[in-house]
């Protein structure tokens, strides 16, 4: 079949289904076909009914699309709630970093003095106490704050990240891959995932 065909067939179709909806509505509204005022009216009042339609559905879709952005509001403000609860230590938290290094700098000093003067002078026994009283706090602190999402890192033979550690030196090691944590010069901490500060590291390097 031609495409003109098809096309006179299309539109004698659609000349069809419009002359059977007119049709339709001159019963509905009993009016006479024959009469010009009438077809007039009619054609008139079917015309605004179809423009009523397509207002009602663009009002529809409007709705649909504000019903969307209303829910994605909800979402967004709950995620900065919750996310505001979640993180609002983070000052805080960011000030006990130091305060741990000095614990553990101090159970150092006291481990090396002891270490030196040994544990059965009178010397030695002060120290002694005084070194376990302060890494008893120290494990106390460290898991009273883990109880509100702070997680101390400690990645000593772990894998070199960036997103976690800061690299402060890279030396060769012999029988440890490449890229891995020798040592650990400061600890790092995050809160809830998010990083506080970075583990100062020292990684291996390949031997030249």
């Given at each position: 079949?031609?495409?003109?065909?098809?096309?006179n067939i299309h539109d004698k179709r659609e000349d069809?289904?419009?002359?059977?909806?007119?049709?339709?509505?001159?019963?509905?509204?009993?009016?006479?076909?024959?009469?010009?005022?009438?077809?007039?009216?009619?054609?008139?009042l079917l015309k605004e009914i179809n423009e009523a339609n397509l207002k009602a559905q663009e009002n529809w879709?409007?709705?649909?699309?504000?019903?969307?952005?209303?829910?994605?509001?909800?979402?967004?403000?709950?995620?900065?709630?919750?996310?505001a609860h979640r993180y609002a230590l983070e000052k805080f938290v960011a000030e006990l970093p130091p305060i741990l290094d000095s614990m553990e700098q101090g159970m150092e000093a006291a481990a090396a003095t002891e270490s030196g003067e040994g544990t059965e002078g009178a010397a030695g026994a002060p120290i002694s106490a005084m070194r376990e009283g302060?890494?008893?706090?120290?494990?106390?602190?460290?898991?009273?704050?883990?109880?509100?999402?702070?997680?101390?890192?400690?990645?000593?033979?772990?894998?070199y990240d960036p997103h976690q550690h800061e690299a402060m030196a890279a030396v060769p090691a012999p029988n440890v891959a490449?890229?891995?944590?020798?040592?650990?010069?400061?600890?790092?901490?995050?809160?809830?995932?998010?990083?506080?500060?970075?583990?100062?590291?020292?990684?291996?390097?390949?031997?030249?």
């Open positions: 079949m031609s495409k003109h065909k098809e096309m069809e289904q419009s002359s059977s909806s007119f049709a339709e509505l001159a019963d509905v509204l009993d009016v006479d076909l024959k009469s010009g005022a009438d077809v007039t009216s009619a054609e008139n879709d409007k709705f649909m699309r504000t019903q969307a952005e209303m829910e994605n509001l909800r979402k967004r403000a709950e995620r900065d709630i919750a996310n302060i890494e008893m706090t120290y494990k106390m602190l460290l898991k009273a704050i883990e109880k509100f999402g702070v997680v101390q890192l400690n990645p000593l033979d772990q894998v490449p890229n891995t944590v020798i040592q650990v010069i400061q600890k790092g901490y995050s809160l809830h995932g998010r990083l506080i500060r970075p583990a100062r590291v020292i990684v291996s390097k390949a031997e030249d």
